[in-house]
């Protein structure tokens, strides 16, 4: 059984940071690549980035590239998120996946709850 538990969430004014975490339990996902996904209300679930299963190699949806990072160690995912915009506001969710460079939401097999993520104007 996996577990992922998101944190980190909360309101922040534009051009504010914010850093989320993701924490992993049960069997482990050293072999899984470690994704990020928002939803904003009334839209799909979007890819924002992923990091390999090795940790060196990150990539990023276009809209977030430049802003946000992602990183792991053995225990958490982290998503550093810099000069956020009002259209960053969505529920953030970590996923893992076993696919090579996943990008869609069908590609990964475990998912955490979300974490709110709101950006003021």
């Known amino acids: 059984q996996v577990q992922l538990v998101e944190s980190g969430g909360g309101l922040v004014q534009a051009g504010g940071s914010l850093r989320l975490s993701c924490a992993k339990s049960?069997?482990?996902?050293?072999?899984?690549?470690m994704g990020w996904f928002r939803q904003a209300p009334g839209e799909e679930r979007e890819f924002v980035g992923a990091?390999?299963?090795?940790?060196?190699t990150t990539y990023y949806a276009d809209s977030v590239k430049g802003r946000f990072t992602i990183s792991r160690d053995n225990r958490l995912l982290y998503l550093q998120m810099n000069n956020l915009k009002p259209e960053d506001t969505a529920v953030y969710y970590c996923?893992?996946?076993?696919?090579?460079?996943?990008?869609?939401?069908?590609?990964?097999?475990?998912w955490g709850q979300g974490t709110q993520v709101t950006v003021s104007s």
């Open positions: 996923a893992a996946s076993l696919q090579t460079l996943p990008r869609r939401s069908s590609d990964y097999d475990y």
């Open positions: 049960g069997r482990t996902l050293s072999s899984h690549t």
């Open positions: 990091v390999t299963r090795s940790g060196m």
